[in-house]
């Protein structure tokens, strides 16, 4: 018996079969079950597949009792220090870091790729003036389908390369659009002459129109800087639920822009990125230092719904390295913007407060990436309402990166996932007069 396999024996028939153990280059040891059903007659039950591997990938690598973060082998930490956001989306694309030349070709491409046909700009004037940035956010990244029909041989690596790039350099301009109709402002255009985050601050907060640049309009360097870091670490994180939607919709040869769309969708639940707007929310109804154990305990009980927004994950058992990355971020913003952000002190507070509790100890219980995401994003100035979109601008790379995976896999096949059913048995239709 080999020591690289795992043996499932049915207690019920006493036939047994050893399945093999596979190793990845870091990470636990995944055991293939994919003959179970034709071997021993039964599927394998993982709500929320917690201890299920979807699929084998290069991109992106978690521990989470370590609390470690790897984008293609490089840790989080010298990627926000050291690169652009632009810089990681190649990385994650590609699978290495750019040159200079690369990098510049890619630049190039996405500043040309954020324009947004004038007709699906129109789109935005249908929306109620009250939408949720998100609401208008997947509306639009799925209507993208409806208008980019060219290259979608999806067998062909430059048509794959170029729907990424349209996605990649678009989703700036639709948050950004999402946002000024939010408040009844005027369009901004994208800029060639700006990067990433600074065209995305420009198309934000200008008092530009369509007609009119405003000369005197300049990005803050600090602000677009700590936007960088954020999208950096916001970037990817291996088989999110966001993420793991969109290689579903994608494993069914689904448009390109609709995948990222479901994504979208995704993404926007409070379980999940629409947290950091959750955070906000809750420490604003928390309100004061004093009322923080009143919803500590809240947390803990059972009987209540409330969960502690910006705490737990499904991976990290230990600090989310990004949270740890964040939290300074947000201390460097907040001390150059002279800014004492009460929500900031409360939150820090309420850390302190929750991180001695022996509940949180017990359930590892750790601030996570959205936890301080949203205070940042306030002292930038940026609504409560686009907190999940800024969230989205940024996972774009990584959806880009595993929908590219995925789709130039040898094999991908459809995910299709079981049941246990728990329904009723088979059973005959009463005529509706004898009901
Ligand atoms: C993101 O997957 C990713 O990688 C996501 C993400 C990414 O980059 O894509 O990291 C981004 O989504 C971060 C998470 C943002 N969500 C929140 O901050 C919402 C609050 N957190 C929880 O909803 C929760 O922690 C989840 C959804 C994040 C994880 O849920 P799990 O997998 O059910 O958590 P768990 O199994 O570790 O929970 C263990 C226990 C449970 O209690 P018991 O059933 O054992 O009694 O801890 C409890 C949970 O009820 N628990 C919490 C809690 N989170 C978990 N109790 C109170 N407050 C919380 N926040």
């Not at 190793?23 to 636990?28: I, P, S, V």
């Not at 980019?148 to 639709?174: F, N, Q, W």
Request: glycine letters at 6%; one cysteine or more.
């Amino acid at each position: 018996m080999s020591k690289d396999t795992l043996s499932i024996r049915h207690n019920g028939t006493g036939h047994e079969v050893e399945y093999p153990l596979l190793n990845g280059t870091l990470g636990k040891q995944t055991v293939d079950v994919r003959g179970l059903y034709k071997d021993l007659d039964c599927f394998t039950y993982d709500a929320g597949f917690k201890v299920t591997a979807s699929c084998k990938s290069k991109i992106t690598y978690i521990d989470g009792e370590k609390g470690i973060l790897l984008y293609r082998g490089y840790p989080i930490e010298q990627l926000a220090e050291k690169c652009s956001f632009i810089e990681v989306a190649y990385l994650l694309m590609n699978g290495e870091l750019p040159n200079v030349e690369q990098l510049d070709y890619f630049d190039n491409e996405i500043r040309h790729r954020s324009m947004l046909h004038e007709s699906l700009r129109h789109f935005f004037e249908g929306f109620s003036y009250d939408a949720h940035p998100m609401a208008m956010l997947v509306g639009v990244v799925g209507s993208l389908s409806a208008f980019y029909h060219s290259e979608m041989d999806m067998s062909d690596p430059e048509h794959r390369r170029v729907c990424a790039a349209r996605v990649l350099g678009k989703m700036p301009t639709i948050a950004a659009a999402s946002f000024r109709h939010s408040v009844g402002k005027p369009f901004v255009y994208p800029r060639l002459d700006l990067g990433y985050c600074e065209n995305f601050l420009n198309m934000m907060f200008s008092r530009s129109s369509p007609n009119y640049i405003d000369p005197n309009f300049t990005v803050d360097d600090k602000l677009s800087k700590a936007l960088n870091i954020l999208f950096i670490l916001h970037a990817d994180h291996e088989q999110n639920a966001s993420t793991s939607t969109v290689r579903l919709a994608g494993s069914t040869g689904a448009n390109p822009y609709a995948c990222i769309a479901a994504g979208v969708a995704a993404l926007w639940g409070p379980a999940h990125g629409g947290a950091n707007e959750a955070v906000l929310n809750m420490l604003a109804e928390i309100g004061s230092v004093d009322r923080i154990p009143e919803f500590i305990a809240r947390a803990k009980d059972k009987d209540d719904p409330f969960r502690l927004m910006g705490f737990g994950h499904r991976v990290y058992k230990n600090f989310d390295p990004r949270a740890t990355l964040i939290r300074k971020t947000c201390h460097d913003i907040l001390a150059d913007s002279n800014k004492d952000d009460p929500l900031f002190e409360l939150a820090l507070e309420l850390e302190a407060l929750a991180l001695k509790d022996d509940y949180f100890i017990e359930k590892k219980l750790y601030p996570n990436v959205d936890f301080y995401s949203g205070i940042i994003y306030k002292a930038l100035n940026i609504p409560v309402e686009m907190f999940t979109v800024m969230f989205a601008i940024a996972r774009s790379a990584g959806w880009l990166a595993h929908w590219l995976e995925m789709v130039s896999a040898e094999s991908a096949p459809i995910g299709r996932p079981r049941q246990l059913y728990l329904g009723e048995t088979n059973r005959d239709v009463i005529p509706l007069a004898e009901r």
